[in-house]
């Protein structure tokens, strides 16, 4: 005979205690509790009363969903949400990331505990194409902050006249392009500092020099939205193409009567006494009738958010 069952993460459907102990053969159904499935993987089973006792004698399985784990910079590769018990899945890197043993992809088991492992995608960067050199080292991946020393080839040299370099594995890939030129061969021009960057500047503290391939990063001021690349690189002295800092900031803009007045001007096209406006839209401006421009060199179209502000004056 077989006592009263304890199901662990379970419990019978119907339970009377005259019912145990329970003679071999007799059947009892059972349901599991949430993220535990019967061995059947099916929603509620039977247990047997047999001469080994209670069968099966595991009646709830745990289960694994995926909304137990976060994969940063990653995702599983199978469409399934719950998995049963010793069940394996597959979960992906995105592109210019791997696992921790450096591959792009990796494998997690659902254990009696639950996942067996966070996975995790680090960024990475692969082995760099090389000029005139190679590296010192074997490896075929690297992590960020990772470090990779080269050498150039017999009968060249780094463009500052070294023989060795070094580059480091960033976030944005490697801080410099390993590469190596001709003693005798034409060496590339350095660049004059970075251009100016209108509502906006450079990042780092400025050089009076910067040598081939340096990149440099610009910031824009509060307010403003920058628009394409936030750095630019020194190409055999010339810099490539500025970005732009483009106004996203709303001000309020208030006309006051006497000044406007007193300039004899007026605003052209609109009569509003009190404008919301993007920083740097362009507000026209005209003379009041019987009045005409007093200065040519004062533009009648001013910048919202412009720090030296001039008032056109018609006469």
């Known amino acids: 005979p077989c006592d009263f069952p304890v199901i662990k993460h379970g419990r019978l459907h ?3 205690g005259e019912y145990f102990p329970a003679r071999l053969g007799q059947q009892f159904s059972y349901r599991c509790d949430q993220y535990f499935v019967p061995p059947s993987r099916s929603s509620w089973d039977y247990l047997t009363c047999t001469p080994q006792g209670w069968s099966p004698e ?21 469409s399934t949400f719950t998995y049963p018990l010793n069940k394996q899945t597959q979960y992906k890197c995105k592109s210019g990331y791997v696992t921790a043993d450096g591959n792009t992809s990796g494998l997690i088991t659902c254990l009696q505990s639950g996942w067996s492992m966070q996975p995790v995608c680090i960024k990475s960067c692969d ?33 500052d006249g070294h023989t060795t370099g ?14 190596c030129y001709g003693k005798n061969s034409f060496s590339v021009k350095s660049c004059a500092p970075p251009p100016q960057l ?51 900031v709303l001000k309020i803009v208030i006309f006051k009567e006497e000044i406007m007045k007193k300039h004899n001007i007026q605003l052209k096209w609109r009569r509003d006494k009190k404008l919301i406006l ?32 001039h008032n056109p004056t018609c006469g």
């Open 198 to 248: 209108l509502s906006g500047e450079v990042k780092e503290t400025q050089k009076e020099e910067y040598g081939h391939s340096e990149v440099v990063e610009y910031v824009c001021n509060p307010g403003f939205l920058m628009k394409g690349s936030h750095k630019i690189q020194c190409v055999d002295g010339q810099w490539t193409a500025l970005p732009m800092c483009i106004g996203n």
């Open 14 to 16: 119907y339970a009377y």
């Open 58 to 78: 595991v009646p709830c399985l745990k289960t694994c969903s995926k909304s137990d784990i976060q994969i940063k910079n990653g995702f599983f590769s199978e």
């Open 127 to 159: 082995m760099p194409v090389f000029e005139n050199a190679r590296a010192r080292s074997d490896g075929t991946w690297f992590k960020v902050n990772d470090s990779l020393d080269y050498e150039c080839l017999d009968g060249h040299e780094s463009q």
């Open 278 to 309: 993007k920083q740097m839209t362009l507000l026209e401006f005209t003379c009041k009738r019987g009045y005409n421009r007093r200065h040519q060199i004062v533009h009648f179209e001013q910048p919202v958010g412009k720090e030296n502000w």
């Open 166 to 179: 070094s580059i480091v594995c960033g976030e944005d890939g490697w801080s410099d392009k390993p590469a």
